[in-house]
């Protein structure tokens, strides 16, 4: 197994191939280089006999642990000195920032384990987004790096060093994503100072800008996910390039197949050992926690790491034997490892303080029929089983729910929680349930994606699903249509694997195009974009859009662990936290702020404000009052089927206080809205039922997920507790008895017209996918559709602007300005629109030369919302004008929420 597959081996194969050739043809024919010292002369570096190279750096350097045909044409090459790779890349990575989790160990320690004796350098992306300005700086602290590492260590002497340089950036050919040019004037800068300092202190140095620069302009295939980071095939085609850039030509032009495969498999475990899931618990404080008297998490969990080393030095072993073209068996022999330690579990007897607290529920699990008698529902409400463990053994342990645009039912599941167990199989899954008689029960179980890790959450959408993998998010694909994901991206990586039940979670396309998703305390996260460096610690709110590869912190507070967020019919947003049971309203929080502040007043904000900023004391408001914890999966009621005094409700599920789906009536209040609690929709006496997402089916039912497990979290007992249950899993559905189900909207392959007038209707769900399903349509294509639905509006008709505030939020999707149909909704009578408006503003700021002109008009809006949401686009700007732009709003009444929201666009304006 390994982190990802992604393409056909032997289409890469060949592809190297040819992109060797090319290389080849390009120095024979004296292809001018833009930097002197571009070359793709070798960097000379004399390996020894069991040399350890050691990769320290970037997502470029990264990514070479699960794109493996670098080191397997390293292996090939070198087959008789037996060398040892290890990769210590974190995506992210500048030379002395590089942010961790609690106790994860400093540079030094990792290549001591690892006994460095050969390391590689990967710097120079991440910095390069300084420009000149930064170049100074950036030499030095290379400098300096080189300098303190030639004094180091680290068990095989003084280690030798070789810069690699960034690659360039590629002009991908799409008018959303930049080109590049500006980027690739500064990476050449960056490769320059590279090769500078590794002259002044007589290092290795090897130039990829140059030839991938050449590479790309010439290739007539992409060969990188967002122009910044290599795809599959860019990385088949730098394979050589690095070969020879460090070794000089004569090297292999083919990858052996029979060699990656074990080179796979070694980083797939190196992998899971370096980037543990869970580090908060193993090496972390909470390691501390979980214990049976004897053995706590971090005893039983380092052994587990001891034994993923062992078991990667055998695949060591196997690498340099079938190198040597030498055969092997099938199975590695793992018989020489550490034995595992199994702890006893803290379930049971008088005093078990989980059962006090009424955390625990009963290791004598009910069947479903028996489960489905102890639920209790409001009057005239009724709850169905749609599936389970009984007649679908695949349904273990679901976290996550969705509905595709043809209606079907899809289902996170993850038996390896809370962390998969070296030398078993890894196979969490992505289910999918048909229902082909449309009763509410499910008829078939299909298997999308199996092989997973950790799914802790999941969205539906552009061609494929995006699925949480921590510390990934991959984006699987059905390229033939026979319902089982083709492929599997890392489309993003750097997420902290510090904590598996701390996201990432939630993921929920905003109105706006973009892709939400969450991820709580405890973790330290770096992603590279195509725009820069983003950093996020301790909790927050992550949006990335893929029309234009941008990606950024939506919301960065100090949560402790978000794992709702939904958005109401008018585009305000809503977090659910779950530990301490939190509800907040978005907005206010949701301002620009840069790493490492952080908006003041989260769960977890005491404890950090020395660093983030802020009052230590205070407490951001809650729109409604905790009655109970915690709280995971949260949706906004908007269905016909239910009563009309339930619409609007904000919903969410506790699965361990109560074990029920709370429901609180939403109200406007000043700027903000308030809550109060009414009703549960339902619940239930078995003390196994553990509601952690739901959501509105197409036939206005609500699904909730039943993770239905005795224990629960990861704090009070041993990750490897024995009664840790991974088989039980639950898919419950409520109806109201006399109200019709809404007719499921046709979706998917509909014409652009009929999904158009699909945003008519009042379902928030329906909607949801019909935006979800037009904003993987052809851009001209719906902004042609759009154009004629807008005219065929009726202005007298009661939803006129919602729908108006629809057609604005599809060509945002696209990445397209329609001004005089944002002047329209800026101007509307409903302030929700006129907020919602102005939102969009904040996104757009690039693209709108009046920009400031119609923050300043909401600003001075009669509705404290609007002015609310225009002082927050204000934090998206700079300078003194900006300043007085937002000061403003003072002339005008104020409330808690705007006074909060000024403060701190006054802190982002004066970083």
Not at 46 to 63: F, M, S, T
Not at 102 to 115: C, I, K, V, W
Not at 284 to 309: C, F, H, P, Q, W
Not at 862 to 889: I, K, Q, T, W, Y
Request: hydrophobic share 35%; proline share 5%; with cysteine.
């Amino acid at each position: 197994m390994e982190p990802d597959r992604l393409e056909n081996n032997s289409e890469i194969e060949n592809l190297m191939q040819r992109q060797t050739t090319f290389l080849l043809a390009l120095m024979l024919l004296g292809v001018s280089l833009t930097v002197p010292p571009a070359r793709c002369d070798a960097a000379e570096v004399e390996l020894k006999q069991g040399d350890h190279i050691c990769l320290v750096g970037n997502a470029l350097g990264e990514r070479l642990q699960t794109e493996n045909h670098w080191e397997s044409l390293l292996h090939q090459r070198f087959a008789d000195l037996e060398l040892v790779v290890r990769n210590l890349c974190f995506p992210g990575d500048e030379p002395f920032e590089r942010i961790r989790s609690q106790n994860f160990g400093d540079p030094d320690t990792h290549l001591t384990h690892s006994q460095a004796s050969v390391i590689l350098y990967f710097f120079g992306f991440n910095e390069s987004f300084d420009g000149k300005k930064g170049l100074g700086k950036f030499t030095e602290q290379m400098t300096q790096l080189v300098n303190e590492t030639q004094g180091k260590d680290y068990g095989k002497g003084a280690p030798r060093i070789v810069l690699i340089s960034p690659i360039a950036f590629e002009d991908v050919g799409d008018p959303n994503v930049t080109s590049g040019e500006e980027q690739n004037k500064n990476l050449a800068l960056y490769t320059e100072a590279l090769a500078s300092v590794a002259k002044e202190t007589g290092i290795g140095f090897v130039d990829l800008y140059s030839p991938t620069k050449a590479l790309f302009e010439k290739s007539d295939e992409r060969l990188t996910l967002n122009g910044a980071h290599l795809n599959g095939k860019g990385y088949a085609s730098l394979a050589p390039i690095l070969d020879q850039g460090l070794f000089g030509e004569a090297g292999p032009t083919k990858v052996d197949a029979a060699v990656k495969e074990q080179v796979d498999d070694k980083n797939f475990h190196w992998f899971h050992r370096y980037r543990a899931v869970n580090g908060y618990s193993i090496y972390g404080a909470r390691g501390k926690a979980g214990s049976d008297g004897t053995y706590n998490n971090t005893d039983v969990m380092e052994r587990e790491r001891a034994i993923l080393d062992q078991m990667t030095a055998n695949r060591d072993a196997r690498i340099w034997a079938v190198a040597k073209g030498e055969s092997v068996p099938d199975q590695v022999d793992d018989s020489n490892t550490l034995a595992f330690i199994n702890p006893k579990t803290n379930v049971g007897g008088p005093d078990d303080p989980n059962a006090k607290r009424g955390k625990l529920g009963s290791l004598d699990y009910l069947n479903a029929a028996e489960q489905q008698k102890l639920f209790t529902l409001p009057k005239g409400y009724q709850i169905q089983l749609v599936a389970s463990e009984e007649e679908f053994p695949e349904l273990a342990n679901p976290v996550a729910l969705n509905f595709d645009n043809k209606g079907r039912l899809w289902v996170a599941t993850m038996a390896s929680y809370p962390h998969w167990k070296p030398k078993t199989p890894m196979n969490d899954k992505l289910l999918i349930f048909e229902d082909h008689d449309a009763d509410g029960t499910a008829d078939e179980c299909k298997v999308f994606a199996d092989g997973l890790h950790q799914p802790t959450g999941f969205e539906i959408g552009r061609g494929g699903v995006y699925c949480a993998q921590q510390p990934d998010v991959l984006l699987l694909t059905d390229t033939d249509g026979d319902d089982k994901a083709d492929t599997r991206v890392r489309q993003l990586i750097g997420f902290d694997s510090a904590d598996s039940h701390h996201g990432l979670a939630a993921f929920e396309w905003g109105p706006d195009g973009g892709l939400y998703f969450q991820e709580g305390t405890f973790k330290y996260s770096q992603v590279e974009s195509p725009q820069g460096l983003v950093r996020l610690a301790e909790g927050g709110i992550w949006r990335y859009d893929p029309t234009t590869e941008k990606f950024g912190v939506h919301v960065s507070m100090a949560f402790s662990n978000p794992w709702g967020h939904v958005f109401d019919r008018w585009g305000q947003n809503f977090i659910g936290d779950a530990s301490p049971g939190f509800g907040y309203w978005a907005t206010p929080i949701s301002g620009h702020i840069e790493y490492p502040l952080k908006h003041p007043g989260g769960s977890q904000h005491r404890r950090l404000a020395s660093v983030t900023g802020g009052d230590p004391q205070y407490s951001y408001p809650r729109f409604y009052p905790k009655r109970t914890r915690p709280l995971a999966g949260c949706a906004m009621m908007s269905s016909r089927h239910f009563p009309e005094d339930m619409q609007g409700n904000f919903l969410v599920t506790n699965c361990i206080g109560d074990r029920m789906v709370l429901s609180h009536k939403v109200t406007e209040q000043g700027s903000g809205f308030v809550g109060v609690e009414v009703e549960p929709i339902v619940s239930c006496n078995d003390g196994n039922f553990r509601p952690v997402d739901v959501q509105i089916a197409p036939d206005g039912s609500l699904y909730i997920v039943d993770w239905h497990n005795a224990l629960i979290g990861h704090l009070q007992h041993n990750l490897r507790d024995p009664s840790r249950d991974h088989s039980h899993g639950r898919i419950w559905r409520i109806t109201h008895k006399t109200r019709p189900l809404v007719e499921p909207a046709k979706i998917d392959a509909e014409p652009i017209g009929n999904l158009l007038e699909l945003l008519k209707l009042p379902e928030d769900r329906t909607r949801y996918r019909a935006r979800r399903e037009l904003a993987q349509r052809d851009a001209d294509d719906v902004a042609a559709g759009l154009k004629t639905w807008v005219a065929s509006l009726d202005a007298s008709d009661e939803d006129y602007e919602h729908h108006l505030l629809e057609a604005l939020w599809v060509y945002q999707s696209h990445n397209r300005v329609n001004e005089s149909l944002l002047a329209k909704v800026l101007a509307a009578k409903d302030h929700r629109a006129r907020a919602a408006a102005t939102r969009v503003v904040s996104f757009m700021i690039d693209q709108l030369p009046n920009h400031r002109e119609l923050i300043e008009k909401s600003i001075q809006d009669e509705h404290p919302r609007v002015r609310l949401e225009a002082v927050r686009a204000v934090s998206f700007l700079d300078g003194d004008e900006a300043v007085e732009l937002a000061l403003g709003v003072l002339e005008y009444d104020m409330d808690e929420y705007l006074q909060y929201t000024l403060d701190e666009t006054m802190r982002a304006l004066e970083q």
